[in-house]
């Protein structure tokens, strides 16, 4: 009977098995020792007797090896950082949420309050062509605090496609518009005001008129917010309005009868500029005159 010469081939690969298994050549090599059994032997040559087994092979005891502990990992602990409750934070910066803005506090006595470094709302009234979007912008741009400038009309004119014109009439869908612009302008306006910025927005809100009214901006923006009146004389807006094109140039009988009916502030009790014959620094330099009064005395609306 013939023999296979050499050692016999590994078994082949199955799943759980082979090198990623534990497999060894000398655990399947003939003769080698298998853990927990009796030592396996090759074909013996004729003539040869093999001695007796003498028991089964333990394996010398190995002197236990201490495992080698690895080094901790680096641990990076995030810079600590300050988040107020109920905030929300983008990178580092942490941002207050925005709530409704309270009345700005007055120094004590005898000091005047400051304007202009004074954290404030303010909410800038007049008919089209009376200057608001120009000297809100100048009194934004000179103060000693951070100031953002905040235009209804810009607001409303985010909607490209099926804008509803105010001037093509005023409907539901106009007004639905209007409030969802004055809505997101005081979302805006809290949201610099609680971190720091101070707000003057700009809108013609008439006084017999609810729904375009002084009610919904103190209910988006808070009671801390002062109305200003910007009203020239009638010539004046009709000659800005000339100025102007696009759709925010009105018919001369619409820009008479918004005139007309902001002649209703009178008497409101609100503060009231008259820069009829007022240059826009100058304006805007009464304007904090105002602002100082308001602050010590708030107006009651």
Same mark, same amino acid.
């Given at each position: 009977?013939?023999?296979?010469?050499?050692?016999?081939? /590994?078994?082949?690969?199955? =799943?759980?098995?082979?090198?990623?298994?534990?497999?060894?050549? %000398?655990?399947?090599?003939?003769?080698?020792?298998?853990?927990?059994?009796? @030592?396996?032997?090759?074909?013996?040559?004729?003539?040869?007797?093999?001695?007796? @087994?003498?028991?089964?092979?333990?394996?010398?005891?190995?002197? /236990?090896?201490?495992?080698?502990?690895? =080094?901790?990992?680096?641990?990076?602990?995030?810079?600590?950082?300050?988040?107020?409750?109920?905030?929300?934070?983008?990178?580092?910066?942490?941002?207050?949420?925005?709530?409704?803005?309270?009345?700005?506090?007055?120094?004590?006595?005898?000091?005047? @309050?400051?304007?202009?470094?004074? &954290?404030?709302?303010?909410?800038?009234?007049?008919? +089209?062509?009376?200057?608001? &979007?120009?000297?809100?912008?100048?009194?934004?741009?000179?103060?000693?605090?951070?100031?953002?400038?905040?235009?209804?009309?810009?607001?409303?004119?985010?909607?490209?496609?099926?804008?509803?014109?105010?001037?093509?009439?005023?409907?539901?869908?106009?007004?639905?518009?209007?409030?969802?612009?004055?809505?997101?302008?005081?979302? +805006? %306006?809290?949201?610099?005001? +609680?971190?720091?910025?101070?707000?003057?927005?700009?809108?013609?809100?008439?006084?017999?008129?609810? +729904?375009?009214?002084?009610?919904?901006?103190?209910?988006?923006?808070? =009671?801390?917010?002062?109305?200003?009146?910007?009203?020239?004389?009638?010539?004046?807006?009709?000659?800005?309005?000339?100025?102007?094109?696009?759709?925010?140039?009105?018919?001369?009988?619409?820009? %008479?009868?918004?005139?007309?009916?902001?002649?209703?502030?009178?008497?409101?009790?609100?503060?009231?500029?008259?820069?009829?014959?007022?240059?826009?620094? &100058? &304006?805007?330099?009464?304007?904090?005159?105002?602002?100082?009064?308001?602050?010590?005395?708030?107006?009651?609306?």
């Amino acid at each position: 009977m013939q023999h296979a010469v050499g050692s016999p081939l /590994p078994p082949p690969h199955q =799943p759980g098995q082979g090198p990623a298994a534990g497999w060894s050549p %000398a655990a399947q090599h003939p003769g080698a020792h298998q853990p927990g059994g009796t @030592p396996r032997r090759g074909p013996v040559p004729p003539g040869f007797t093999a001695p007796p @087994p003498s028991g089964p092979l333990r394996p010398a005891p190995q002197p /236990p090896v201490a495992p080698v502990p690895h =080094p901790p990992a680096p641990q990076h602990s995030p810079p600590p950082r300050h988040v107020p409750a109920g905030g929300d934070v983008t990178g580092q910066v942490p941002l207050p949420p925005g709530g409704p803005v309270g009345m700005p506090s007055a120094p004590p006595a005898p000091a005047s @309050p400051d304007p202009t470094a004074t &954290t404030l709302a303010v909410l800038l009234i007049g008919p +089209a062509g009376a200057g608001k &979007t120009s000297v809100a912008k100048f009194w934004a741009d000179h103060r000693r605090v951070p100031t953002a400038h905040i235009s209804l009309d810009d607001v409303r004119e985010w909607v490209r496609s099926g804008f509803a014109d105010p001037q093509s009439g005023w409907n539901d869908h106009s007004e639905a518009q209007y409030r969802l612009a004055r809505r997101t302008c005081g979302f +805006a %306006a809290r949201n610099f005001l +609680a971190n720091g910025i101070s707000c003057i927005l700009d809108d013609a809100i008439f006084p017999d008129r609810p +729904a375009v009214g002084l009610g919904g901006w103190k209910r988006h923006v808070g =009671p801390g917010l002062l109305p200003v009146v910007l009203l020239p004389g009638l010539e004046v807006v009709l000659e800005r309005n000339a100025e102007r094109s696009g759709n925010r140039r009105l018919a001369d009988e619409e820009v %008479a009868r918004i005139h007309g009916r902001m002649a209703g502030w009178y008497g409101s009790g609100l503060p009231i500029i008259d820069n009829s014959q007022l240059d826009v620094p &100058t &304006t805007a330099r009464i304007l904090d005159d105002v602002l100082t009064r308001a602050i010590a005395s708030p107006p009651s609306w």
